[in-house]
């Protein structure tokens, strides 16, 4: 009898231990991410449209819920706007893992007299990755918007993103760290033919006058650019060998790009996907 007793205690015990694991009413599983500096680009009826890099962004993310929340501080939408801080929260999260997802978002106010729609984007923790791509309607009047961190890369065929820094597969990095006076497209590892040698990294800079926004990212052109060479940790300038006919674009909403021009006497022609 008492067997059964000691037996039936241990039993109820283990049930209540049980519930207590299955109760949890506040579970916590977060990430957090922060961004120094973000470009804000948003096109024009006329002209290039407005590009400012004055922006920082926090993103919060509950794995849990798989909603976050995004801040971005002084955030401008043209030169006359005041600086301010846009709160989009509850945004929907497609997760990959606990560091790579997708924002969604549609009918939010991050500040008074001011609505988000068509909110699209991914980050990537590991990789410094967050852009998106939305529609804002205000008072002032309704706008569409680009939002991402400098560095727009492509990506890579192999399975791990990671590896960048080691790999031999060409990629390309269009960087907006100096969109004030320019945008460094960056290919590495390009070999043009099979008789040249593969060249470590190629940086074509494009003068902002041949930027222009569009709706979903950028068409960027330019004529008689000299290029520059890596070779070793040393760049090189090659005037001889100047670029013509540039031009790309850059879809942030689909996330592709093109990009073609004439150099070293050939035509260069590519297309790929963006990070």
Sequence with gaps: MSKKIITLALAGIALLSLSACGNDDDPTDTSEY????????????????????????????DHYTNK???????????????????ALKNLRVSQSNRHVGILMGEGITPMEGYTVNDFVGPYNFNLDV????????SSRGNMRAIIHTPLLRSTLTEKDNDTYASTTERYYNFNFTNIAERVDLE?????????????????????KAGVVVTA???????????????????????????????????NLTASTFTVEFDCFGLHWTDSGKLL
Excluded: H, W
């Design 130 to 137: 967050l852009r998106a791509t939305c529609s804002i309607v």
């Design 68 to 86: 976050a929340n995004l801040t971005l501080t002084n955030i401008t939408f043209n030169e006359r706007m005041p600086r301010v801080t846009f």
């Design 187 to 207: 290919i590495y590892n390009i070999q043009f033919v099979e008789a040249m040698p593969k060249q470590k990294k190629l940086r074509i800079p494009l003068d």
């Design 216 to 250: 979903n990212g950028y068409t960027i052109t330019g004529d008689n650019i000299v290029p520059y060479f890596t070779s070793g940790t040393t760049e090189v300038p090659m005037a001889e060998r100047t670029v013509n006919n540039f031009k790309a674009t850059l």
């Design 34 to 61: 922060s961004a120094t500096t973000l470009v804000v680009s948003v096109p024009a009826t006329e002209g290039n449209g407005f590009i400012d890099n004055g922006t920082s962004a926090k993103l919060f993310v």
